[in-house]
């Protein structure tokens, strides 16, 4: 995303661009999927003053604003991504713990299914599916 784009969508919301705010996006954006501890890590590479809290709090402005979403990769904290223009699930591998995109549309036959017999519109951005890949099932 554009430093002007997110800055109209900060200001749009009563927010300012501060450095730690950008900081902290572009830490998502260069790790794909992270905890809040890999981000105040990654963050804590280029300003060391950045805070834990100061982490937590931008990860819920910037997930508010819709420019990243969390999902649950563990058993453990969220994992954050950015907002792109595909929505998509995980799958991850409880072996390796890899963790793989897949397109929204590969759901598209379930979430129509959850749809007409059950009257439930699935949010798939937030699905993960655990199981093997073949690398560690071989």
Request: proline content about 2%.
């Amino acid at each position: 995303m554009a430093d002007d784009d997110l800055r109209d969508r900060l200001r749009g919301s009563g927010y300012r661009l501060t450095p730690q705010r950008e900081l902290i996006l572009r830490a998502v954006q260069s790790l794909e999927h992270a905890t809040p501890d890999e981000v105040l890590a990654e963050v804590r590479r280029h300003a060391s003053a950045v805070n834990a809290s100061t982490v937590y709090r931008t990860l819920e402005v910037l997930e508010e604003l819709g420019l990243i979403r969390h999902a649950h990769l563990s058993d453990r904290a969220p994992t954050y991504h950015v907002v792109d223009d595909h929505e998509h699930f995980h799958l991850v591998c409880r072996t390796c713990r890899r963790v793989t995109s897949v397109d929204a549309g590969a759901a598209g036959a379930f979430a129509a299914l959850l749809r007409e017999q059950h009257g439930f519109e699935a949010d798939l951005g937030h699905l993960t599916v655990f199981g093997h890949c073949t690398t560690c099932t071989d």
